[in-house]
């Protein structure tokens, strides 16, 4: 585990690298940093063999044909392309850096097997932020979770970080970098080489 990677992460061709961290907590910022997305992206971002692939891009694609519906009903089919645009990527055989939760366990395994299958291996970034810092970065947003949804990921959140700042293995992860707010903002590049 590296706590300050310094300007760069480097990982083999063909990785799979999911930033993880509490919503709110820079995921998309960094991404939107690192790779000039704007936000209004609405499928996955080519930079060369690599793909970006950010949630909101499949919540975007979606809003265009869902505007109405409830966001309790919207959210499954954004998080259900969204998991799917990165299968798909992963199994093209791009090396693929990608936005998500982090915190469900059998998506972490899934994701580990399609990219061991193409030869890759999956590693996680994982942004550590105190939840008082992410629940500001959601109100700075303009889109705050619900109680009981932050709730539910600060649970999930707090022992996944706790085994990663400890040394503690992260399965199926090959790799963890665990990034406090400083070190993601001195961040230049992900790096497949």
Not at 126 to 145: K, N
Request: a positive charge; glycine letters at 10%.
């Amino acid at each position: 585990m590296e706590v300050d990677p310094g300007p760069a992460l480097r990982y083999p061709a063909g990785s799979l690298v999911l930033v993880a961290g509490l919503p709110g907590a820079g995921k998309s910022t960094l991404l939107n940093r690192l790779y000039g997305l704007r936000g209004d992206e609405t499928a996955p971002v080519r930079a060369g063999d690599v793909r970006v692939i950010d949630s909101r891009q499949s919540r975007n694609w979606w809003a265009r044909f869902l505007g109405p519906l409830p966001v309790r009903l919207r959210t499954p089919l954004v998080h259900a392309t969204h998991v799917w645009r990165i299968g798909r990527a992963i199994l093209a055989g791009h090396g693929v850096v990608a936005h998500t939760r982090g915190t469900w366990p059998h998506i972490l395994h899934c994701f580990d097997w399609l990219a061991r299958r193409r030869g890759g291996r999956l590693h996680l970034v994982l942004i550590d932020v105190d939840p008082e810092t992410a629940r500001a970065g959601q109100v700075a947003r303009g889109r705050v979770v619900t109680s009981v949804t932050w709730a539910r990921h600060c649970r999930r959140w707090s022992p996944l970080i706790a085994r990663a700042r400890g040394g503690g293995p992260l399965p199926p992860a090959a790799g963890v970098t665990v990034l406090d707010r400083d070190a993601a903002d001195k961040l230049q590049a992900i790096r497949f080489t």
